[in-house]
């Protein structure tokens, strides 16, 4: 009852009514406080959101054009691998033709001026007629040459055949004349 009131309880009364009275207005802009800060985190949390996909969305194309970047390198890479492959390969085949074709013409010429040698002998033991020409031995020279040049140089004896002659090359060795080479192969053989 507010009647039986001292101006004790008046003062304390209006005291209280007065902190009340700030008290609701400190939580009303308080509250209002509040509702701006949340405002303002949800602007940042989408501005950070939006930094995120970006950066997300850069990393992602960056990984794309690398991704096909590393594909066309690859592939570039195993053309030109390739490419080194058949040219080497048809080079070599080239080059051994080469080498087959100046073993071949070797082996004709030493078959040749081995059977001008052999004629030769077997006429002078018939009659006395010249032996090999200076030209024949020529001839069995420069093939001997060539094939020294063209053969392979091997600790181990290899043959080829060239037109029903076989040819025997042996480290340096090379056959001067006819009877050496067939001296040669029977020994071989």
Known sequence: ????????????????????????????QALSARDVAEKRADVAQRDFMRAVQARYHSE?????????????????????????FVGSTLFR?????????????????????ADKVERAESTSHQSVATPATTSDLVMVSQATQTVTAVAPR??????????????FFWRDHHFRDAAALRRRIQDVD
């Open 93 to 113: 085949s080239r080059q051994e033709a080469y080498r087959l074709d100046a073993m071949r013409l070797a082996a004709d010429r030493i078959a040749l001026a």
């Open 60 to 84: 992602l194309i960056f990984q794309e054009k690398y991704r096909a970047l590393s594909t066309y390198g690859t592939s570039a890479l195993i053309v030109v691998n390739s490419l080194i």
């Open 1 to 28: 009852n507010r009647d039986a009131w001292t101006s004790e309880d008046v003062r304390r009364f209006t005291d209280l009514t007065r902190l009340e009275h700030e008290t609701r207005e400190v939580v009303s």
């Open 154 to 167: 091997t600790d181990h004896p290899t043959w080829a055949w060239a037109d029903d002659a076989r040819v």
